[in-house]
Every structure is written in C-alpha cells, then in structure tokens.
C-alpha cells in the first residue's frame, strides 16, 4: 500500500475511533435504571408507591406486613421526575426483591400463613433475592431503603451494599420511618459513613419533595 494510501487509512481509523469513543461509549444513555434495594419491609415498595403516585398517579407495587410481599422485578418506566430549579430526570424505577440472608418457611406460618402456602412464598421469595442480586449488573444507580427504627449492622445490609461497592455503583441510602419514635438515622450514617444518608417518611411523605431534588442531584 501507497504512503498516501496508508495516511487515508490511518484517517479513517482515527475517525471511526473517534465516532465510537464519543458518539457511542459516553452518549447519554436514553434508559437510566434507578434500583429500590434493600431488606425485606424497610419500605422500598411504599417508596416505589410514593414515586409513582405523585408523578404519574398510580401504584406501582403492592405491600404488606408481612416479609417478602415483593417477590419479583417490578420496572415502572418513563417517570419524569421534576425539580424546582428546572433540572429534571427520567428515568426507569426498578423495585426488587427485599434481600435476605435467611428465609424458612416456619416464619410465613408464624403469620398466619398455612404450610403449602408459607412453602410457596418462601421458595418465590428465594428466587427474588437472587433475581435482585442479578439485576445489579444491570442498575445505573441505586436507593438503598433502610428501616431506621433497626439495627443497619446486619449481615443483609453489608451483603448489599458490599455487592454495590464492587460494582461501583453510585447509592444514595434513605433512611425510612423518620416518623416512627424509634427512629435512629444518626446510627445508619454511623455504619456508612461512605454514603450520603438521607431521612424520609415513605408511608406520610415526609420529605419527599428533598428527597426528589436530592435524587435529581444524585442521578444527573
């Protein structure tokens, strides 16, 4: 081959490295996935509720007292969150799975549940934990939901939030319940200090309109 020829070449790599370095690798992505961790009942599907109720006027999760009511992916999409200084983010919300490190059936009975039952929830909730976990590879950012009336140094929080670090995935971690008297947020900012902490009443709403201009900030 020519020298000239070498040079039209060498262009055109240059060029096409070019359109795929900036044009493709860091285009905005149209489809930003936001996840809803966390362990079972600490009100991510309340906040999913929350989220979905106030910007497009529907549920999107069903919840309960009882442990692992979610046990599937829920993906709500196209949620255009508003901010008062006129950012704003869109986005796709992802509820999951509670996590759990332990689920026996004998605990589903012990809620009134009968044993065929309690049997078949555990197993779908088995299933759940691991689809959550599967998922994260998935996820552009993610909300962890903590109950801030327990304990954040439980195997099941470490669990998660180690699987975020080594994924490198930016977390927001909300501190839910704020309402409730035993409520300690200053505790789970005690445990991860590496993270923002932020205090909200999913369930009352309290708040929630910081916690959509925090996320806005968070995600953009």
């Not at 009942?41 to 309340?46: A, V």
């Amino acid at each position: 081959m020519s020298v000239r020829g070498k040079q039209v070449v060498t262009s055109f790599i240059k060029s096409l490295l070019h359109k795929i370095s900036f044009g493709t690798l860091f285009a905005k992505k149209k489809s930003v996935k936001l996840g809803l961790y966390g362990p079972p009942n600490g009100g991510k599907s309340t906040l999913a509720n929350r989220i979905t109720n106030d910007w497009l006027g529907e549920d999107m999760s069903s919840v309960s007292n009882v442990e692992h009511e979610t046990r599937e992916i829920i993906i709500r999409e196209q949620i255009i969150i508003k901010g008062k200084k006129g950012k704003e983010l869109s986005f796709n919300l992802v509820d999951t799975p509670g996590i759990s490190t332990r689920i026996d059936y004998e605990d589903f009975m012990k809620k009134g549940m009968k044993r065929t039952e309690a049997k078949k929830r555990a197993k779908e909730a088995t299933k759940g934990v691991i689809e959550s976990i599967k998922w994260l590879d998935d996820m552009d950012s993610v909300v962890v939901v903590l109950d801030s009336t327990k304990d954040p140094y439980s195997q099941v929080n470490i669990t998660i939030i180690g699987n975020l670090q080594a994924r490198k995935i930016p977390v927001l971690i909300v501190a839910n319940k704020i309402d409730l008297k035993r409520s300690n947020m200053e505790l789970i900012k005690a445990a991860f200090p590496q993270y923002e902490v932020f205090g909200i009443s999913a369930k009352y709403g309290t708040n929630i309109e910081e916690f959509y201009e925090k996320l806005i900030e968070f995600s953009t």
